[in-house]
């Protein structure tokens, strides 16, 4: 049965501000633990709102990458998974992702995944929050490595846009 959407643009816009809030406290003061916390309530509506067989496991395991960014920030954990896995990218559902530092893998995917969520759903607030999450994963990704951004961020977008044609 679809979610109600009476409250839906109050909750998403909400939502929404406090990612970005915890995205501008983190790039105030460098600690990318604030983007991750700014990203936790627009991901829980995102899981909450999708419906879809495929969508719901996107959602659940945007929700799971995101949890296990704030553990490896907290613990302090950067192991480079190209070096540990022996090869420079992994395909997750279809789309090629780029391996590196596992801290600056986790955003990547979660843009991947966002782009999966934008794909796939049909429902508008669905949509609105993936894009949302995609923005709040590439302002992470900025946090954690300016210097990559720009190539991580071209692979992942070259490649959604490969998906949407």
């Known amino acids: 049965m679809a979610r109600p959407t009476k409250h839906a643009p109050k909750i998403s816009f909400a939502v929404i501000v406090v ?13 990318p633990l604030w983007a ?3 990203l936790l309530p627009v ?5 909450y709102r999708t419906e ?9 395991v945007l929700l799971a990458v995101l949890v296990i960014e704030a553990v490896l920030i907290l613990w302090g954990v950067d192991a480079d998974l190209a070096e ?10 279809g789309f090629e992702v780029p391996l590196g ?20 759903t049909r429902g508008r607030y669905t949509r609105l929050l993936a894009a949302a999450i995609l923005v709040g994963a590439g302002g992470l990704l900025y946090i954690l490595d300016p210097a990559v951004l720009g190539t991580w ?9 490969r998906r949407l044609r």
């Not at 990612?19 to 600690?31: K, R, W």
């Not at 600056?104 to 999966?116: D, E, F, N, W």
């Not at 961020?153 to 490649?159: C, F, G, H, N, Q």
């Open 84 to 93: 540990i896995l022996g090869r420079s990218s992994e395909t997750v559902a």
């Open 43 to 47: 991901t829980i509506y995102e899981v």
């Open 101 to 120: 530092p596992v801290t600056v893998v986790g955003p990547v995917l979660m843009a991947v995944l966002s782009l999966i969520l934008i794909v796939r």
């Open 52 to 60: 879809g067989e495929s969508t719901t496991w996107a959602s659940w």
């Open 19 to 31: 990612m970005a809030i915890g995205l501008v406290a983190g790039f105030l003061t460098d600690q």
């Open 36 to 38: 991750v916390l700014g």
């Open 153 to 161: 961020l071209d692979a992942v977008l070259e490649i959604g846009l």
